[in-house]
């Protein structure tokens, strides 16, 4: 069977150098700058949506071009020590307990999007409040662009030949260096293309057709149903993390879903809630 697999491989994989270039003893890899790419093109995007008073309630943004780039700082520290608090506490607690250092060792991997997703949602709500913009908007405004870094994220899985799928004979599928010899789903592709593509396209539609912006929290939720059902989708062709395998003594339930699942709850409370808001305002 699992020489078939291999045989079925009809995608090479491409052999990129993790490291994009050097610059004397110091090192730039993909994953590093697929961080600045996905932020920086979110900073990009967030100030042309700030910068488009029709797209907002009452003809006014409520966040400044300067408000987002002071944003910049916040964002960046929530999303890599969310990430990594998350990765150690969801995923990899047992061996950071055995050996402490491996929590410092972000160059060895491990970043959890959960994890990044809490802590930006606290930088969020700090900066938000000191600066008197309205939570729900600084999460809308946030949650539009931040298909770009899953994006740029996900590539940068592929490149790194980690985070592969499940064994597959599929045309497309892959032999991971990391995978042993075996063909196996692209799952990092079909993420940056759920997640990153095809979400940005959902939340652009709804921005500048429906005029979503102008009922807080609506982005925001839907930005969370739909990363938590594209997740959920896409572990089921996903390889989970070896430390846990699949969980509950079944053969497909992952810890990616068991915390998505969370997310599409608390998505659908934030529309609810911001319909509840338009309501309310109405009658009043």
């Keep these: 069977m699992y020489e078939a697999l291999h045989l079925f491989a009809l995608m090479p994989f491409p052999n990129i150098d993790p490291v994009a270039f050097s610059i004397g003893p110091l090192a730039i890899h993909w994953y590093g700058l697929a961080y600045v790419a996905g932020i920086m ?16 309630k009452d003809g006014q943004s409520p966040i400044t071009a300067v408000q987002l780039d002071d944003f910049l700082v916040w964002v960046a520290a929530g999303i890599v020590l969310g990430g990594r608090i998350g990765y150690i506490l969801f995923y990899d607690l047992a061996s950071v307990v055995q050996n402490p250092i491996r929590a410092v060792e972000i160059w060895n991997g491990g970043m959890s999007f959960h994890g990044g997703f809490i802590g930006a949602t606290i930088a969020m709500i700090i900066f938000a409040r000191r600066n008197a913009i309205p939570v729900w908007s600084m999460f809308d405004t946030v949650a539009a662009v931040v298909p770009f870094g899953l994006f740029f994220g996900r590539i940068a899985n592929f490149i790194n030949g980690e985070l592969w799928g499940r064994l597959s004979n599929a045309p497309w599928a892959v032999v991971f260096p990391t995978g042993g010899p075996f063909s196996r789903h692209p799952s990092q ?27 807080p929290g609506t982005i925001a939720g839907t930005f969370v149903i739909g990363y938590g059902l594209c997740r959920i989708f896409v572990e089921f062709f996903r390889e989970p993390d070896a430390q846990l395998g699949y969980l ?37």
């Excluded at 093109?41 to 907002?56: H, I, Q, T």
């Excluded at 396209?201 to 005029?211: G, T």
């Excluded at 509950?248 to 809630?273: C, D, K, Q, V």
């Design 41 to 56: 093109l979110g900073w990009f995007y967030a100030r042309r949506l700030a910068a488009n008073a029709s797209l907002w």
């Design 189 to 215: 592709l079909y993420e940056a293309g759920l997640e990153g593509i095809v979400l940005l396209l959902v939340l652009a539609l709804m921005i500048f057709r429906f005029k979503a912006l102008n009922i």
């Design 248 to 284: 509950l003594g079944t053969n497909w339930l992952t810890m990616g879903m068991i915390l998505s699942l969370p997310m599409i709850a608390a998505g659908l409370w934030a529309i609810f809630r911001a319909r509840a808001a338009v309501t309310s305002a109405a009658k009043a």
